[in-house]
């Protein structure tokens, strides 16, 4: 059973808005943090999406999400400052480990049954602090980052490589995710079967499977 991390067990949001208060005010940043978030999040997103197909590399990300954020809200904002920014927001961003509600529970009843491991696009600086700061790294037997294999989800080369560290084969595995696009859609096309972790509350096409809540998960397994 394959999990991605952020926004599947690690609730990227809650622990992301938290670590732009802490490096705000370490870094003396005058901005409203909700006003802030409610620019940055779609921005991000869409450089997220930039960055899994491959049409942008990882310090473009981390830059130019904070700049184009600023700039729309219109702080004037060195470049010195804005790479400091994306430096602390890195470092710090493990700091906090809110899980989403029931992942202790869900992962404590598949551990016996099941061979857990994770999948994630995130940066290999940042990911295993959280498996093991938010406790849950012991529950997953390998973890594939995309930044170790080259690609990221949901080119079909990080699933093969999953799986080959994992030993298994599609047919006998399971892919638990939020995004459609790179976490389900990528599974199911490398023949996983996959089930969405619909928290988004998003519009989900009927051919596949989610769960809105992850203690659903046991109705599932």
Known sequence: MF?????TLWDFDKNSALTFEYIFKINSIEVNLNTFLGVYMPINLAYWKLYREEKI?????RYARLKDTFDALNIQISTRIINKLSDDYIIHLSRFNHLFDGAIEVLDYLYPKYSLHIITNGFKEVQNGKLNKAGIAHYFETVTNSEMVGVKKPNPKIFKHALKQAKALPEHSLMIGDNLEADILGAIDFGIDALCFNYHKEIIPKAIQSINQLLELKHFL
């Open 3 to 7: 999990f991605d991390l952020d926004h």
């Open 57 to 61: 590399a990882k310090d473009r990300l």
